[in-house]
């Protein structure tokens, strides 16, 4: 009379019933070792896919359903990641910017300053001019929101950018910067070595603003160009010019662009000289308070 088991089942129990009684458990867990070492690659990916498909993913201001393709998800996390690394470069430059500003106005303080205004680019001159439209809005020490006076210089990170040519109302004021065509300041050439300012043996000359981001040095005589190693690359700083803040002086004003020939006075170099950053493109610029030229 058969038992109603099929065969297979009699084979297994056997099998089973063999390798239970003869096989020493040693060999059986160096067999299990063995192919968790090789499945375990399988292991880690059906463990993850497995925490994706079960719950919700946030990162950041994003939520993933878990309805979403693994895959799909990857890559909206990787997007999302890119978008905070990008915001975490923002700020920490915003926070250096910020950083920068407060040692100026300690180091203002010092010499005698009453303090800095940070201000808003928010137009141009529709003329052509190197002329910017500025308004306060925010402002350091004791000084309040906008308050502006002519001839009241002005900087930004890469040295100085003009002096305020006329005032409005609700803090608003028109920025001169220093190449526009009416600009007019007492620079002298050097280099930048080891972080110190090696100056070169030229006099102090009157630069002057030629417009569209450029200034221009007229009265150098070409021998004493020569002698000098001027080369493109030189820097120009401000000079200890009346005209502007003594905090200022030692200020950089731009880099050296070209170096030729007068064409229209003979035995005269023209050097032209460009700030390190393009003044028309400026959105920031800080104006020094409380002290007028």
Do not use: C
């Not at 009157?206 to 000098?228: F, H, I, W, Y």
């Amino acid at each position: 009379m058969s038992s109603g088991l099929p065969g297979i089942f009699w084979v297994s129990f056997f099998l089973a019933l063999g390798t239970a009684l003869f096989v020493p458990i040693a060999f059986g867990d160096w067999v299990r070792g063995s192919l968790q070492f090789v499945l375990w690659p399988a292991r880690l990916l059906h463990d993850a896919t497995s925490r994706l498909d079960s719950t919700p993913s946030n990162a950041g201001s994003i939520t993933i359903d878990p309805s979403t393709p693994a895959g799909e998800r990857v890559r909206l996390l990787t997007d999302e990641n890119a978008r905070l690394s990008q915001q975490v470069a923002l700020l920490t430059s915003q926070l250096q910017a910020v950083t920068v500003r407060l040692s100026e106005q300690d180091r203002l303080a010092v010499q005698g300053e009453q303090g800095l205004s940070m201000a808003r680019v928010v137009g141009s001159d529709s003329g052509g001019r190197d002329v910017v439209s500025i308004v306060g809005s925010a402002v350091t020490d004791r000084n309040s929101i906008g308050g502006y006076e002519v001839n009241q210089a002005a900087i930004y990170s890469g040295g100085v950018a003009g002096k305020i040519s006329s005032v409005g109302v609700a803090g608003q004021a028109q920025l001169r910067l220093i190449t526009d065509r009416d600009a007019k300041l007492t620079g002298i050439f050097g280099r930048f070595e080891n972080a110190s300012f090696k100056r070169l043996p030229l006099e102090p000359i009157v630069v002057e603003g030629m417009g569209q981001n450029e200034m221009r040095v007229s009265l150098l005589k070409s021998p004493d160009v020569a002698t000098s190693g001027l080369k493109l690359g030189d820097w120009v700083v401000l000079h200890e010019d009346p005209q502007w803040p003594a905090a200022l002086h030692g200020r950089k004003v731009g880099v050296v662009s070209y170096i030729g020939q007068r064409q229209d006075a003979t035995g005269f170099a023209e050097v032209r000289v460009r700030p390190q950053m393009n003044l028309l493109q400026l959105r920031e610029v800080t104006v020094v308070v409380g002290q007028v030229k």
